[in-house]
């Protein structure tokens, strides 16, 4: 049975990145369950999705932090037999991960650094072009970021669908091409 605290939960279960079946467990229900819960209760469905967003723009900041290299304050501790006998502050650097950055580049612009190569049988929508923060009337610019990372992931994983699927039908093709060859040979 739904409750008035739900929310507050669920944004803090969706901060920590779970998902919708892990959410549906810690509120012991069905994702069914779960899945009426968000379309009959907006209270809820919207601090899930702020909590998702927030989420997936936090590890996409991280990301590019990483990818790019970055650095900060950290303290260094001087000890004599188990005494703390001096600290120092100094500014720690993390140079540029390259894993990071292909993983950053391949998502974020496939066209350029994909490595599997395909010819586009129509023009390719710009991501960028399809985002107009004007038309947000939201003026945390925090919230603009995380909308516009939401939006971007969501569209890179509707491209994946679409990419596998016609793969499927290439695949469905390549084997009916072969079934008619070795029927023509029988």
Not at 15 to 39: C, M, P, Y
Not at 57 to 63: E, I, Q
Not at 157 to 173: G, N
């Amino acid at each position: 049975m739904y409750r008035g605290e739900y929310p507050e939960q669920v944004v803090k279960l969706c901060r920590l990145g779970v998902t919708d079946q892990e959410i549906a467990d810690f509120f012991d229900v069905s994702v069914a369950t779960l899945n009426r819960w968000k379309h009959a209760h907006p209270e809820f469905m919207e601090p899930m999705k702020r909590g998702k967003m927030h989420a997936d723009a936090n590890v996409a900041d991280r990301l590019y932090q990483r990818a790019c290299g970055y650095s900060h304050v950290d303290t260094k501790f001087v000890t004599h037999k188990g005494v703390i006998t001096d600290r120092e502050e100094y500014v720690k650097h993390y140079p540029p991960d390259t894993q990071a950055c292909i993983f950053w580049l391949k998502n974020r612009r496939p066209d350029l650094w994909r490595e599997k190569v395909e010819i586009q049988r129509g023009p390719r929508v710009n991501q960028m072009s399809d985002f107009d923060a004007s038309q947000l009337t939201d003026d945390d610019e925090d919230e603009k970021f995380m909308r516009f990372i939401a939006d971007t992931c969501e569209r890179q994983r509707l491209e994946k669908e679409e990419e596998e699927e016609e793969e499927r039908q290439r695949e469905q093709q390549g084997q009916q091409q072969e079934q008619r060859r070795q029927d023509l040979e029988q």
